[in-house]
């Protein structure tokens, strides 16, 4: 298992991404939560977020733990209990059950702009190669979709 399969959205990325994947999709979503509307909306940049705050959690970053919390209170608690399983063999148990038991709202936030920036970055560049099929709406996916393509280009002529 890689990082990349750990995600809610795996399978979603690797299909068609139609009207039935989307419902498929949502039927993950934790609509209590208040950020859920990231994970509703906006699965590029939600994916984005979990990819970039995962590998920061994974070399020891603990600031970002609150950020992991975050994207995992959006799904239900079924697939983040799923998401945390697949997570074992990347995180100390320690901080597998701080993201199962605890509530990001009780965790003090430290502010890292180079962290914050480097993830910015990332929403734009999608150094994850995930593919939109439909229509780009905001302009991190279209920057997005540029260099998921332009990438694409490059690596078929080597």
Known sequence: MNIAQSSPLYEYWNSAQDE??????????????????LFR??????????????????????SSIKGLMVLLSTISKREKDIALNSLE?????????????????????SKNFYTA???????????????????PKHLYEKTGMFFYKFRKIILSNK
């Open 89 to 109: 063999p990347f995180l100390d148990k320690c901080i597998i059950n701080k993201l199962r038991n605890e509530k990001y709202q009780d965790i003090k936030s």
């Open 41 to 62: 909306n906006e699965p590029y940049k939600w994916e984005n977020l979990y990819r970039s705050v995962l590998k920061n959690v994974i070399s020891g970053d603990d």
């Open 20 to 37: 039935n994947d989307e419902n498929k999709r949502l039927l993950k979503l934790n609509s209590k939560e208040p950020a859920s509307n």
């Open 117 to 135: 920036f480097r993830i910015l970055l990332t929403i734009f560049i999608n150094p994850y190669d995930l593919e939109l099929k439909k229509e």
